[in-house]
T-cell receptor, first 115, second 114 residues
Framework: GAGVSQSPSNKVTEKGKDVELRCDPI?????LYWYRQSLGQGLEFLIY????????KSGLPSDRFSAERTGGSVSTLTIQRTQQEDSAVYLC?????????????FGEGSRLTVL | AQSVTQPDIHITVSEGASLELRCNYS??????LFWYVQSPGQGLQLLLK??????LVQGIKGFEAEFKRSQSSFNLRKPSVHWSDAAEYFC????????????FGAGTRLFVKA
């Protein structure tokens, strides 16, 4: 597609439910990133993929968070047993860079509200 | 540990006045440095980036930034601010092999008064 697409744009869920957030990067972009932006906070790095592998998962807040990327394209971020503190905007970004860091292209985010 | 510090949570400037947003980073190697802008209701957009070479880099919308290795800083500047520049600005550093992991600062919100 023309840009990074994220779905759903808004998700309201009850505490304890599982949620899946989807990211469709720009075609041909090999790097894919997930960030979390809480109200009044900066962007918290969660995980990035180079192709289908995730060299750095150090930003995942807990083992309730997981992410996968298949076919070097679409990625899914899964949050199990959601908690109220998981409420945030989850941003996905992709990058064309293979060898060195390049410009990140961001989606508009998925706003998660946990009641 | 790698980190990015933006000491100013918010800044207010008058339209037409000059602007400088501060950014300091902590990273042992030569960093890849970026400034992004997030306008209300919009996604983040890259303003400019520094990889190597000339330490003064030009970006879009009339912004520039200067890399100062001795101060571990990468401050963003604009000589004359427009009301449309009101937004949140994020400094970021690319770390790790190839600079792939991009770490962002907490952001500085810019308010522009008439």
């Amino acid at each position: 597609g023309a840009g990074v697409s994220q779905s759903p744009s808004n998700k309201v869920t009850e505490k304890g439910k599982d949620v899946e957030l989807r990211c469709d990067p720009i075609s041909g972009h090999t790097a894919l990133y997930w960030y979390r932006q809480s109200l009044g906070q900066g962007l918290e790095f969660l995980i990035y993929f180079q192709g289908n592998s995730a060299p750095d998962k150090s930003g995942l807040p807990s083992d309730r968070f997981s992410a996968e990327r298949t076919g070097g394209s679409v990625s899914t971020l899964t949050i199990q047993r959601t908690q109220q503190e998981d409420s945030a905007v989850y941003l996905c970004a992709s990058s064309l860079a293979v060898v060195s860091a390049g410009e990140l292209f961001f989606g508009e985010g998925s706003r998660l509200t946990v009641l | 540990a790698q980190s990015v510090t933006q000491p100013d949570i918010h800044i207010t400037v008058s339209e037409g006045a000059s602007l400088e947003l501060r950014c300091n980073y902590s990273y042992g190697a030569t960093p890849y440095l970026f400034w992004y802008v997030q306008s209300p209701g919009q996604g983040l957009q890259l303003l400019l980036k520094y990889f190597s070479g000339d330490t003064l880099v030009q970006g879009i919308k009339g912004f520039e930034a200067e890399f100062k290795r001795s101060q571990s800083s990468f401050n963003l500047r604009k000589p004359s601010v427009h009301w449309s520049d009101a937004a949140e600005y994020f400094c970021a550093v690319g770390v790790g092999t190839g600079g792939f992991k991009t770490i962002f600062g907490a952001g500085t919100r810019l308010f522009v008064k008439a």
